[in-house]
């Protein structure tokens, strides 16, 4: 039995596509409000506000740049002046500009951390302080399991995302016991971006390493941050829990 969120509000950075819209949307089929940032392809989140209502949920899109904190402020105000509370953050925004070590360029390196390392930082410090104002929440970061175990070529990529795992659990500290802090460490999902990136001889490859022999869904992420941000993990904090196929154990 799924976990409903009746008169709960979540903001999910990142939420117009891919993991964030299957987010999105698992949370409005079990009846909360749902505040979608995106960055810049409007026609994507007005679409998963459509699709959104006509669930019966009621949901906003809200444009702004996670790694400046004057505009996590102006998109914390502007979802306040639609829901009287923000009970829920998902900071799932992520990208990735691949490179060899040697050869990353600054900017790939600056980019890369800003948007993966100090928007969940400038929007758990933000949302965070509203939460302890309310007594409660809960913050639900999308990590990767190559915060802990490396990948050949995205040195940017698998530092930002152990340094989310740390910062689980230093928020998890700081925040309780008002607030909630729990991460998933995302494997190969099935998606367009995967298949981009990835050819299919590499796929097979990651396919055949893991136990499971297969790549995941984002619907399965989805289940799972709804469980974190349930009743049933309120005793759970500072954990970031691998969804992987057992990738990890190889």
Known sequence: MMPTFNNKTVFITGGSRGIGKAVALG?????????????????A???VVREIESMGSKALAVKG????????????DTALAVFD?????????????????LEMTEDEWDRVIAVNLKGPFLCSQVFGKL???QGSGKIINIS??????????????C??????????????IELAPSVQVNGIGVGFIESTLVREVFSQEQLDAVN??????????????????????????NFMTGQTLALDGGKILT
């Open 45 to 47: 989140a007005e679409q």
């Open 85 to 101: 509370t923000i009970d829920i953050l998902v900071n799932n925004a992520g990208i990735n500009k691949d490179n060899s070590f």
């Open 131 to 133: 939460m302890i104002d």
């Open 65 to 76: 740049d996670i790694s400046s904190k004057e505009s996590v402020q102006k998109m914390r």
């Open 144 to 157: 990767a399991v190559t915060g802990v175990q490396a990948r050949l070529g995205a040195p940017n990529y």
């Open 27 to 43: 949370f409005a089929k079990n009846g909360a409000n749902v505040v979608i940032n995106y960055c810049s392809n409007i026609d």
């Open 208 to 233: 055949k390493a893991t136990p499971l022999n297969r790549m995941g869904s984002k619907d399965e992420i989805a289940e799972l941050v709804l469980y974190l941000a349930s009743s049933g993990s």
């Open 159 to 172: 530092t930002s995302k152990a340094g989310l795992n740390m910062l689980t659990k230093c928020m998890a």
